[in-house]
């Protein structure tokens, strides 16, 4: 069964940092590629960063670019979001996904800079206040 935990989130004012985990389970991960997407109230779900199984290769959103690191751990199967100088803009419910391929059930499939995502965790909440 295929599991996604994240944890990390929280309160922080506007300039400071947190570190987002996702913890993976039930699935050979580091074959596949990882993301992290965010929600924020009344808006769509948007892709933030996306990172390869091998880890070589990244991609993130216009707007985090030079603030966040995506990066993994493929012997703890975990993979972690730092997020710096962090803006108010930047408050929403975190996720973390993997590609479609890693189950027989993927659901809410999204594509986002070329890589199908269709597993998720629960997310996690991060406020930024100004």
């Known amino acids: 069964q295929v599991q996604l935990v994240e944890s990390g989130g929280g309160s922080v004012q506007a300039g400071g940092s947190l570190r987002l985990s996702c913890a993976a389970s039930?699935?050979?991960?580091?074959?596949?590629?990882m993301g992290w997407f965010r929600q924020a109230p009344g808006k769509e779900r948007e892709g933030v960063a996306s990172?390869?199984?091998?880890?070589?290769?990244?991609y993130y959103a216009d707007s985090v670019k030079g603030r966040f690191t995506i990066s993994r751990d493929n012997a703890k199967n975990t993979l972690y979001l730092q997020m710096n100088s962090l803006k108010p803009e930047d408050t929403g419910l975190y996720y973390c996904?993997?590609?479609?391929?890693?189950?027989?059930?993927?659901?809410?499939?999204?594509?986002?800079?070329?890589?199908?995502?269709?597993?998720w965790g629960q997310g996690t909440q991060v406020t930024v206040s100004s």
């Open positions: 990172i390869t199984g091998s880890g070589e290769t990244t």
């Open positions: 996904a993997t590609s479609s391929r890693v189950g027989t059930r993927p659901n809410s499939v999204v594509l986002w800079e070329g890589m199908v995502f269709g597993y």
């Open positions: 039930g699935y050979p991960y580091s074959r596949y590629y």
